[in-house]
């Protein structure tokens, strides 16, 4: 991908950083990753599996009650919750969304050249982001979204 | 005979790291718990933990008794290990067990992007039994050189939330639901800001790789001096995504009991503790890379050298790098501690407030204003700094304006001993008898608060 911005002149001259030649998209770079998550099963696991084998068992009816200060427990504890958590969760995806096509945008921004046109529609298209950003959130606001009481 | 292709240099030196790092970090986090123990204690004016040592009740290992009460993390790890693996009734018996699991994963996954060590160029390797030669090169010392490094670790932080909501639904506790639900509500909300002001960072440095991050910082100076209240909004997020006080609504125990895992005993409870220390040491190393220029050791000094030279002299360097990084990452982790201790927790309607209503407008503000510096070409130190500590003070210009959320105040009770009704003679004067401070003030109320 590099190899591409350079040669297609995205970026003129690029980084002039005396940086080691990355040959990073092949999948074999990702190898050690799954070697980690592996080791971070396995750990999760073991533990679990160890301290089932090692601890004592003792079963009883009260100890078996989930805790509720010391009272009986009162009916069940999956009951309906408060709307707002799920108005946050739907925002949520809008925002972080929206953040995650701007990462493209933000690396490749500060390497185009910035006295052509073209500069000047990257920019405006940051605009045209916050602006729609913008104009959701005072909605949102309006509406009460943001309010927690 | 040739090698098979994937076995690369880089493919050995970021299996070793990797292996090594796991363990540094593991041995981190235990003795990060011994360090917080530590530091609450003399905060609070205690000693804290200073009995166990590593004797092992053995007469014969009597001169490693005590220790300042280093054998803790040892001690607890095994306590945990001993401990009923308890499961209330009415659980959801997979999903209690895969909670701990869910959480501490992704925890010890997260670092492997971070280039602890730099560049470090090595020699030919020679495999002598199955005579294999696998070329050298430039390497990086990280557990993966991939070019998406900083979108892995924002995703990955991000699978956290599951072990949270898992471990809060499953429990059948109705404070752990209440945590979970505190706790998953939290999260989402603060990565919004914590992309956006990671978002103005990459827009100085032009690329996702931590390499060339930390490349972009030798040369320009930290980007914790061009860009201070990204860096402020970033580590804000990064305590509210640990979890962390102020903002640890969703474990408060005041209200909450333990939160998340409040039926949670043994090796499971250890698990969700373990992830959360875990968190702190990968988004520390996050905040070191982004903002505290990764091993560099004295901004806008070049002190080091970029690529570490083959052989001994080179490791070592190698060895300095990785020391200088993880020096910062324990003072950030420190930093964190000592703010958990100093500070009150926010309300959890306040957290939320501050997260919707001032975090992610002025980190968008933060964006646009980076964007329209860099487009004008004034991406260097000053102009950068200037437009910060503008923005800083137009935000501080512009608060007193904005409309003040009335709900979840004190009401005012007219006529009570704290709003006295105007025109009213107040005397106060110590009730107690033996009360040094004799003198009392005497006064008639002229205006309300």
Redesign the interface.
């Known amino acids: 991908?590099?190899g591409c911005l350079t040669s297609c002149g995205v970026l003129p001259g690029a980084?002039n950083?005396?940086?080691?030649?990355?040959?990073?998209?092949?999948v074999?770079?990702?190898?050690?990753?799954l070697?980690?998550?592996i080791?971070?099963?396995t750990?999760?696991?073991a533990?679990?599996v160890?301290?089932?084998i090692?601890?004592?068992?003792?079963e009883g009816n009260i100890?078996?009650?989930?805790?509720?200060?010391g009272m009986d427990?009162v009916g069940?504890?999956?009951k309906r919750?408060n709307v707002?958590?799920y108005l946050?969760?739907m925002i949520?995806l809008v925002?972080?969304i929206e953040?995650?096509f701007?990462?493209p945008w933000?690396?490749?921004?500060?390497?185009i050249d910035?006295s052509t046109d073209q500069?000047?529609i990257w920019?405006a298209r940051?605009?045209f982001f916050?602006l729609t950003?913008?104009i959701a959130?005072i909605y949102g606001?309006r509406k009460g979204?943001?309010?927690?009481? | 005979m040739n090698p098979p292709?994937?076995l690369?240099a880089?493919?050995i030196v970021?299996?070793i790291?990797?292996?090594i790092m796991?363990h540094v970090v593991?041995i981190t986090v235990a003795y990060s718990i011994y360090l917080e123990r530590k530091i609450s204690a003399y905060i609070q004016d205690r000693v804290g933990p200073n009995r166990v040592g590593f004797d092992f009740g053995l007469p014969g290992l009597k001169f490693l008794r005590g220790a300042w009460g280093l054998g803790q993390p040892l001690a607890d790890g095994i306590k945990?290990?001993?401990?009923?693996?308890?499961q209330?009734?009415?659980?959801d018996k997979a999903l209690f067990?895969l909670a701990?699991?869910a959480i501490?994963?992704p925890a010890?996954?997260g670092f492997?992007i971070i280039p602890w060590g730099g560049?470090w160029v090595i020699g030919d390797i020679h495999l002598p039994l199955i005579n294999w030669t696998i070329p050298g090169?430039?390497?990086?010392v990280a557990?993966?050189?991939?070019?998406i490094g900083?979108?892995?670790i924002l995703a990955v932080a991000s699978l956290g939330i599951y072990g949270v909501v898992l471990g809060g639904?499953a429990?059948?506790?109705?404070?752990?639901?209440l945590g979970g639900?505190r706790a998953?509500?939290q999260m989402?909300?603060y990565?919004?800001p914590l992309?956006?002001s990671l978002?103005s960072v990459?827009?100085?440095?032009?690329?996702?790789?931590p390499?060339?991050i930390i490349?972009?910082q030798?040369?320009e100076g930290w980007l914790i001096f061009q860009q201070p209240l990204a860096a402020l909004i970033f580590f804000i997020c990064i305590l509210a995504e640990a979890n962390r006080a102020p903002f640890d609504n969703a474990e408060a125990e005041q209200e909450l009991?333990g939160g998340y895992h409040?039926?949670y005993s043994?090796?499971?409870f250890?698990?969700f503790f373990l992830a959360e220390y875990a968190h702190m040491v990968t988004s520390s190393a996050f905040f070191a890379l982004v903002f505290l220029g990764g091993w560099d050791l004295i901004p806008f000094v070049s002190t080091l050298p970029?690529?570490a030279a083959p052989g001994w002299g080179g490791f070592a360097l190698v060895l300095l790098k990785i020391f200088i990084y993880f020096s910062k990452v324990l003072l950030l982790i420190c930093f964190m501690m000592v703010i958990r201790w100093s500070i009150p927790r926010m309300r959890?309607?306040q957290v939320?407030?501050v997260a919707?209503?001032s975090v992610?407008?002025l980190s968008?503000a933060h964006?646009?204003m980076t964007?329209?510096l860099?487009?004008?070409?004034l991406?260097t130190l000053l102009p950068l700094l200037l437009a910060n500590i503008a923005l800083a003070a137009v935000m501080l210009a512009v608060l007193p304006l904005l409309p003040r959320?009335t709900?979840?105040q004190k009401v005012r009770l007219s006529g009570s001993r704290f709003h006295p009704p105007i025109g009213e003679r107040v005397i106060s004067r110590p009730t107690d008898p033996t009360a040094l401070d004799e003198h009392g003030v005497e006064a008639v109320v002229v205006a309300s608060r």
């Open positions: 991908m590099h980084l950083l005396p940086m080691p030649p990355l040959a990073a998209t092949e074999g770079s990702y190898a050690p990753v070697l980690l998550i080791m971070a099963i750990f999760a696991v533990n679990v160890l301290s089932r090692f601890g004592p068992r003792r100890k078996a009650t989930t805790y509720e200060s427990p069940t504890a999956r919750f707002r958590f946050i969760a949520f925002f972080d953040i995650i701007l990462y933000a690396a490749t921004f500060p390497n910035h500069a000047m920019l940051i605009f916050m950003t913008v959130y606001y979204v943001f309010k927690f009481d | 292709a994937f690369t880089q493919f970021s299996t790291t990797a292996i796991v593991l945990f290990l001993l401990k009923e693996d308890y209330p009734r009415g659980a067990t701990p699991m501490v994963i010890l996954i492997a560049t090169g430039p390497v990086q557990g993966a050189a991939v070019n900083i979108i892995y639904w429990s059948n506790n109705k404070y752990s639901f639900l998953s509500a989402i909300s990565e919004i992309g956006l978002l990459l827009l100085l440095t032009g690329s996702l790789i390499t060339r490349g972009h030798l040369t009991v409040t039926e043994s090796m499971r250890a698990l970029i690529e959890f309607d939320m407030q919707w209503q992610i407008p968008m964006v646009v964007a329209v860099v487009y004008l070409d991406d959320a709900a979840n």
